[in-house]
T-cell receptor, first 111, second 113 residues
Framework: EDKVVQSPLSLVVHEGDTVTLNCSYE??????LLWYKQEKKAPTFLFMLTSSGIEKKSGRLSSILDKKELFSILNITATQTGDSAVYLCAVDKGGSEKLVFGKGTKLTVNP | DAGVIQSPRHEVTEMGQEVTLRCKPI?????LFWYRQTMMRGLELLIY????????DSGMPEDRFSAKMPNASFSTLKIQPSEPRDSAVYFCASSFAGNYGYTFGSGTRLTVV
């Protein structure tokens, strides 16, 4: 059975801290891994990773994929209160358009 | 583009009643997905369509759930009869094949009492 496991489940930090969120997966026919940010409403797309070792970066957020060890990390540097959200990891399986989601990491950034 | 539009935003209904959730995907997107989100189970795929045809409904929990997509701009998810355990946020999402990363609607928060 396909599995996407995120850790930690929740995290509380202070503004300015750096955080690392983890995502490991076991799926058949892996095609890509995606990160989403979910605030109060719909998940919004952050990154898509398909190749090992190539970092994707957007401002203070960055992510990297290790296809050999089957995991990805999402880093957020100099966190701000606006980064408070649930961060979801999802794996795209080849041969279909289905995404398998992890349960998410709830990040709380306190002032 | 207005994005993926779902209605209603909130629905409170009594056990046993029929519930219909609606979704308008982004124009030009050829895939449409229905997901359910709960604290316990996270985001679960219920069913998805390609060019209005259901492709995989293996996530539909039981016969009480049904989904239709009569045309490229509209889909419904129906629960009949509803039960308290159906309480969740239901998301619709759409995508264009080859352009990875769904666009989600704002969701319908369903409460069955």
């Amino acid at each position: 059975e396909d599995k996407v496991v995120q850790s930690p489940l929740s995290l509380v930090v202070h503004e300015g801290d750096t955080v690392t969120l983890n995502c490991s997966y076991e799926v058949t026919n892996f095609r890509s891994l995606l990160w989403y940010k979910q605030e109060k409403k719909a998940p919004t797309f952050l990154f898509m990773l398909t190749s090992s070792g190539i970092e994707k970066k957007s401002g203070r957020l960055s992510s990297i994929l290790d296809k050999k060890e089957l995991f990805s990390i999402l880093n957020i540097t100099a966190t701000q209160t606006g980064d408070s959200a649930v961060y979801l990891c999802a794996v795209d399986k080849g041969g279909s358009e289905k995404l398998v989601f992890g349960k998410g990491t709830k990040l709380t950034v306190n002032p | 583009d207005a994005g993926v539009i779902q209605s209603p935003r909130h629905e409170v209904t009594e056990m046993g009643q029929e519930v219909t959730l609606r979704c308008k995907p982004i124009s030009g997107h050829d895939y449409l997905f229905w997901y359910r989100q709960t604290m316990m189970r996270g985001l679960e795929l219920l069913i998805y369509f390609n060019n209005n045809v259901p492709i995989d409904d293996s996530g539909m929990p039981e016969d009480r759930f049904s989904a239709k997509m009569p045309n490229a701009s509209f889909s419904t998810l129906k629960i009949q009869p509803s039960e308290p355990r159906d309480s969740a946020v239901y998301f619709c999402a759409s995508s264009f094949a080859g352009n990875y990363g769904y666009t989600f609607g704002s969701g319908t928060r369903l409460t069955v009492v």
